[in-house]
């Protein structure tokens, strides 16, 4: 069975011979997250940054507190933390969320609570929600949310245990993964895929355009 | 530079290894389409095929004929072409075009093209619509067309020639590819992600279904 690195190292070959630059990079970025899909996201477009995970434990959401507003504290936290890690740098922090009306979804705690999880986002909406922070060099700091209502199929509760046994939901929160087998239990999305994925692509670019932080190859 | 062959072969290499069956393929089936991104994604629950490209001409829309309409034209005449090829198997044909508006975009001509198409799709929604037949081994057919709506981004100049440079937009239709670079581009979508990518997942696996062609693994 492969682990997160082999797979990464595997599309990371794939992914340079075949990738040229659209964007260049002009200030020291750090992507304050371990994961691959964000990392893969950013370098798409050719950026370059260190990738410097946070260090912080994540507190659960306060009682009542809104998803929008969770997803977006938990993304600061995280880039204050690198911030303090990697300073002179331009921080991304990103947290990704699940949520089914108003009842934050985190990462199952066994392949059972996989299963009840997933039969209780089937044949209707939920949103994911990835809270973004951006803290510039001179300590300015961005930060927003972006949603994505995300509907699925009304699933057979066979096919259900035949992806939970697969592996893929045990570390994602809502117990699946759009871009990978989970794609089948998603009948629609209505907003940014890329935001499902991990980051809203288009949304960060824009932030680190107006921060002067990247701009497109061939500007003068 | 990779060609199709060779990005398609490290992808299988890693997919056959790392995923485990959902479904079970109880008919034979042909996919009758030469893309690497349909065959992954229907390879992506664990379903075996053959796959046969259709080998008949593309006529370009009749006059006033509507997007959905071509779409469910050619995924038809490509789904008897391979039936005819391919006698008692069930055939699954699929063609993917893009809209603006009524009007229907191929692959660009050239460089010059794919930047103008891509400069027309900036700042607005287009829809990419996706028709799909499926001819069963005793001769019933079913169609129908999936269609999801796609919002740009006002991208600078700069960006879309840099994106064009890759080489990636020259042999798709509307000059793009989501699940490629051109993500950058996309600013949300509303609708199937993988109709996009061009076969509508949950779609045709719910047609499959409702031939007995497939079923969850596990199911009696």
């Known amino acids: ?16 011979i075949s990738k040229m630059k659209i964007y260049e990079t002009l200030k020291a970025l750090t992507l304050g997250s371990g994961s691959p899909r964000r990392s893969e996201l950013l370098g798409s477009v050719g950026l370059e940054f260190n990738i410097t995970p946070a260090t912080c434990d ?17 993304a600061m936290m995280k880039a204050r933390n690198v911030a303090n890690l990697c ?8 947290d990704t969320i699940v949520a089914r009306d108003l009842d934050i979804l985190g990462k199952p705690r066994n ?32 930060s927003y949310a972006v949603t994505t209502d995300v509907e699925f199929i009304n699933c ?27 794609a089948f239990l998603v009948k629609g999305i209505c907003g940014s895929y890329t935001n499902v994925v991990g980051l809203p692509l288009a949304r960060v670019m824009e932030s680190l355009i107006s921060l002067k932080a990247i701009s497109p190859i061939g500007t003068e």
């Open 111 to 142: 392949r059972k609570d996989a299963i009840e999880m997933i039969k209780s986002l089937c044949g209707r909406s939920h949103k994911v929600i990835t809270g973004c922070a951006l803290i510039s060099d001179n300590g300015d700091e961005i």
């Open 87 to 94: 300073p002179g740098t331009l921080v991304i922090g990103a």
């Open 58 to 74: 994540e507190p659960p959401a306060k009682r009542g507190q809104l998803p929008e507003d969770y997803a977006i504290e938990m």
């Open 1 to 16: 069975m492969f682990n997160e690195f082999e797979t990464c190292s595997i599309r990371q070959a794939r992914d340079n």
């Open 156 to 182: 057979d509760e066979f096919a259900i245990r035949a992806y939970v046994a697969t592996g893929e939901p045990d570390d994602k929160a809502g117990a699946y993964a759009i871009q990978g087998q989970g």
